[in-house]
Structure formats: C-alpha cells, structure tokens
C-alpha cells in the first residue's frame, strides 16, 4: 500500500495543508491585537517583536534538522509534527494569554511547515515542473490572507473573539485530521529505507552551514547580502505592521482586513502575470532592483505616511515590491550550476531565516526607543480629542530605518552581474567528485531541506 500512496501524492495535498493553516492563523488577527495589548499594556511593540523573534530564531535553528530527520523518516510525520505545533497555540489565546505567548515562542522549534512542505513538493514532481509548483504554493499562502482576516473581524465584532478562537481552532483540527488521515506520505519507500538507521551529521543540522559558504564566491555573497538587507525590514514589518495600522494610524479591524485583501490579491497578481512580463522584458537583475524600488518607496511610505490613504497607496506599492524575492531565485538558478543549486539557494534560506528572528526584535526595539505605544486602542470608539496623543513628527521610526538598509541593498544589487561564471567554477569541482558519486549512486545520502527549498515568499507566522 505504501507504493500507492506515494504514486497518489499530489501537489493539491500541500496546497489545502498551507491554505488551512494560515487561513486559521489570519481569522485571529482582531483577537490577537486585543489580546496583546491586554497582556502587555506596557512596551506591547517591544514585546511582540521579542515574542516573534525569539520563534523566528528557533525556526532557523531548527529547520535543518527537522529537514535531516523527514529525509530519513519520511515527510508526513514531520508534516503532522509542524502542523500541529504551528497551531497549537491558538484555543491557549482565551484559555490562558501568557501560555498562549509562551506557546507562541517555544512552538518556534517545530513551526517550519514550509520547509516541510517544499521537500514534500521536491518528492513528487520533477525539477522542470518544481518552480509552477512552488509558485502554486506560495500564491496559496497569500490566498488565504486574502479573506480570512475580513471573516475574522466580521466575526469578531457581530459575536466576539471567543466565537473566532473557536473556529479557528476547528479549522487547525481539520488541518491535522487532513494530514494525518490524506495526505500520503512523498518520500519513496526505497529512500526511506536506505537511509534508515543512518545518523544525523552535524553538517545536516547546523543551521549556520549555509552562512559559511557565502563568502566563497563574490556574486553569492552580493546576493545575500542584497537579501539580508532587504529581507530584515520586511520581517520586522510583518510581525509588527497590523499594530501599527491600528496604533498610529488608527485603521479600524474592518480597514485592517479589507487592507490585508487588497494587497493579498495584488501580491498574487505581480507574483505570476507581472513577474512573468518583467522576467522577459527587462531579465532578472533589472525586475530585482525594480522590486528594490518598490520596497524602498513603500517603507519610506510607511515611515512618513500619517494619513489612512497614505497606507492604503504604500500598500499597493508593497504589493509590486513582493516581485523581489522570487527574482533573486530565479538570478541565483542562473548563475549557479545544476547540482549546485540547492547549495546556494540553501544560503539564500538560512538568511532569510535568520532574518524571521533578528526583524521583529529589531522593530520591536526601535518602536521601543521612540515611545511609539498602543496608547488608545479602539479609535473607533475614542470621541475627546483631548484625550488622543499627538502624533509624532516620524510616525514609523523602524520603516524608514528600514527604507536605509533596501537603498543599501540597492546599492549592492546593482554590483550583481547578470552573468557569473559560477556555473563553470563549480562544474570542474562537480566533475573531480562525479567519481565519488557514482560509487555511491546505490546508496545515495539523503538530501537535506537546503538542497530542495527555493527562495519564495513566505512568512512564519
């Protein structure tokens, strides 16, 4: 039965795994802005941002052995394992806030569905059809961001947070159910079992392996320094940007969802129809350092931006911006050669991992020191003006702190040749070691998440 049901995994299973996860997850975004200022009435900028790094951190230390252990064990455990870990915090939101941060933290270790979900992807299609079946997924994550947060505060306002937590938590149960009684497992059964029993290197599980590769070569360590620098403020501005729609510029739960729609289905829009015209167009160096533009406009936007339809013009910028990333990964499959392209898509990761945990502290911090606090947090109901805090000249210190380091990431960008001789270098090391591989082609290694994961916009939540 076990050859069946690998001959019967479908892209569709992760696909509907994605969707239902995050779908949950964006249904609790009125509750869980209420919820956090409840629990930190005091620093709340501050201490989301530590709780959202301190779980991106451990994510990216723990991405590469959780990869290691599913090459050996097999996707759908692990699957099951990061699905229900990546959700278990949610019914902790009314049961008990501060175990519900706590969870939200620790859950870090284990809440890397997408580094899963890739390798499950790699396992059942071939390479020509893996880039359409990544963008499948990763049109799937902003797809149910779409909606869901609009249902949520729908929802939140007619019945309250509670009702909202329940169905969340419902829809996180039917999402483990699917994975644990549907999803097939990816991985062969002769792969599985060569590698049973075999030990987990060092070099498997050390998340900073890949970092230690990219001063090798000038045109990787261009790149990933492009990335580090523009990646690090979008990180910070995901964990951070709906408390600050709701803070500063006093959107109301409804705005906040229609905005998040709005620039959800824009995202989908540039990453397929728009991406795919600038690609031909204007080659992928030319589409990176236009998507550079694009995030540099839209968090100079942020920053000076104090009106409601300033955000809303910045958000449709935002959107444009989200070409960035999928052209570095279409830049680096260029320049590297064909058995080195998980290598250096692997650095690209563990930077952009890196990132998750270092942007959200970084952002919490900066909203620290300008004393940028939820002062007032329902402006809909607020009718003193005497009682509303001035706003200060700089309304988002940490977006133009960001806006500084996407100019550095433009400025290096444009250093990045269109051509790079990688592909040669690395093939004359990949013909001295072809000996070596085929003595082992009967017991090959298995791979690790570095080898199969490409470089897509995601976000841990």
Known sequence: MSWQATRRAKVSHAVVVIFLEFFAWGLLTTPMLTVLHETFPQHTFLMNGLVQGVKGLLSFLSAPLIGALSDVWGRKSFLLVTVFFTCAPIPLMKISPWWYFAMISVSGIFAVTFSVIFAYVADITKEHERSTAYGLVSATFAASLVTSPAIGAYLSAKYGDSLVVLVATIISVVDIAFVLLVVPESLPDKMRLTSWGLPISWAQADPFASLKRVGKDPTVMLICITVFLSYLPEAGQYSSFFLYLRQVIEFSHAAIAAFIAMVGILSIIAQTLLLTYLMKTIGNKNTVLLGLGFQLLQLAWYGFGSEPWMMWAAGTIAAMSSITFPAVSALVSQIAAPDQQGCVQGMIT?????????????????????????????????????????????????????????LLALLVAVFIPEHHSLATKMSTGARKASNSNNLQSI???????????????????
Not at 375 to 393: A, C, F, R, V
Not at 447 to 461: G, H, T, V
């Open 350 to 406: 563990g930077i952009r991992g890196l990132c998750n945990g270092l942007g959200p502290a970084l952002y919490g911090f900066i909203f620290f020191l300008f004393n940028v606090e939820l002062n007032e947090l329902d402006p809909e109901t607020k009718g003193d003006k005497s009682t509303t805090p001035q706003k200060p000249t700089i309304p988002g210190p940490p977006f133009l702190f960001g806006a500084c380091l996407v």
């Open 443 to 461: 017991n090959p290694p298995p791979a690790s998440d570095e080898d199969i994961e490409p470089l897509l916009q995601d976000s841990s939540m």
